[in-house]
């Protein structure tokens, strides 16, 4: 009889609070953040494709129904491979949490048309431009053979293996102390400013800047010797 109470109890509570909106659809979470991940990998990497696996809530979580949820990447987290989002509603309850997810990022490189040795510079002829899964970040992959600007392999390259910036020794473009201009762009935006180099660097190369105001941000080198950075 006492069990039967409790089951009572329970089976009112739950009516009357999804009568309220206080219990939060979990797949509405992991739809969403399957939404807002794919937006973000749209605007960031126009030219890929992205296959978006999203780990579950916790259903013992009774979360209050949030009409505005926010979300972003957690620290250290990247739009490709594994990483974590965060999710936090701040009314009319406060509520936070973390769901795991796993982007499988594809999208253009040039691969190598034959097995090419250390120390040679890969020409137009040696790579083909395809498709493949990005393992690192996606500006890490050369897209146009003329923008390797005669760099050479530090290891040797398989057929069909992409290249990456970080096998190639690059001819420096830039070098430390020199200043640069620094161009971020976002969805409907373009900012502009100047800062010096600390360290040497080629076209594709992350380099690293101060800028005037002491703070440090780290960008990728262009052709024409631009640094662009992600806001």
Known sequence: MRCLLILLALVQFYAVAARAGTIRDTESLRTAAIHYLGSQIAAAYPDSTAEITVGSVDERLHLPACPTPSLSLAQGSHLWGVGNLGIRCDAPSSWSLYLTYRIRL????????????SHYAPTAQDLSRSEVEYAIDPDRYPRNPDNLHGATLAMPLATDSPITVDILRIKPLIQAGQRVRILADGPGFQVSQEGFAQQ?????????????????VQGVVQNDGTVTIKP
């Open 106 to 117: 594809r999208g253009p490189a040039l691969v190598a048309r034959r097995p090419l040795p």
């Open 200 to 216: 040497q660097a080629g076209a594709g190369e992350l380099l690293r800047i101060k800028l005037s105001s002491g703070r440090y």
